[in-house]
C-alpha cells in the first residue's frame, strides 16, 4: 500500500488480502498468509495498514434472519427532498438505527435512498412517520416493502478482482 | 375569560407533533397538519385515499385525542370509522366534523 496525495493506492497483494478476507473475516493470518503465499507476518503488517486507513471499516456477521427467528419487513424509502435540505436529510437519517444504508441520487431530480428494517409493517410506518416525514426539507417519501430477496451478499470480489 | 381547553385544542403543534398525510404504508404525500384550522383545510385537499388510509387504521381518531387533545372529535371521527364511510362521502363528512369543530373551538375561546 501507497499513500500519494492523501489517496490510499493498494497493491496488488493489499487486493488478494481483502478479497481473502472476504470470504472469510474469521481466518488467521496464518491462514491467509498461506491461501496467497506470504508469511503471516505480512498479512499481520497489511491488515494493520489497511485498518488504520480506513479501508476495512470493520468485521461484522451477516445474519440470515429469517433463520434467527427474528422476523422482520425490509423497505426501501425513496425520499424526495428540498435539495437546499438533502446533505442534512441524508445525515439525519444515518444517525437512525432503522436505517441500514443511505445513498443519494440524481435522476429528474436529488433522491435519497435509504435500506430500512423494522419488526412488522406497523412499526415501518409508524418508523416513517415519526421519524422521518417530520425531517426538515423531507417533501415527499415512496417506499416499497422487499418482498423476497434473491441475493444479500454486502461483499464487492467483483470490484477487487477488477482493479488489475 | 378565554377558555384554556379550547386554546389547547386550538394550538400549533411542532413540526414532529403534526400530523403526516399518508396514502398506504411509507408512501408520504408531503402534506401535513401542525393544527386543527390546517387538519380541517387538508380534509379538503388530500388524496382521498389518503383520508381511508388513516381513518381505518384509526390515526385521526388517534392524534386528535392523544396529540390535539380533543376526545369528542376522536369520537366522532371514531364514529365514522364504524359506519364504513369512504371516498368523497368520506371526505365530506369528516371535513364537516372537524370544520364544526374548530368553530366551536374558537368561538369558546373568543368567550
Redesign the interface.
Known sequence: MKIKDQTVILDDLDLRILKSLQENSKQTYTEIGHSIGVAHSTVYDRIGKMEEQGIIKKYTALLDLDKAGLKNVTAIMTIFTDPKESENVAERLSELKEVLEVMTSLSEELLIIAKVIAKNQDDLHSFIAKSVAPLPGVLRIRTSIVTRKYKEDGMNHFLISKQD | MRDSRASRILRKLP??K?F?F?TS??????E?AASLKEFVEKTREVNVQSLEFHLHRGDFERWTAETLEDNKLADQIGRLKRLGTSGESLRDQLHLIASKRYEEQKADYSV
Not at chain 2, 25 to 30: Q, S
Open positions: 413540526r414532529e403534526a403526516y399518508f404504508i411509507g408512501n408520504y404525500t408531503g401535513k
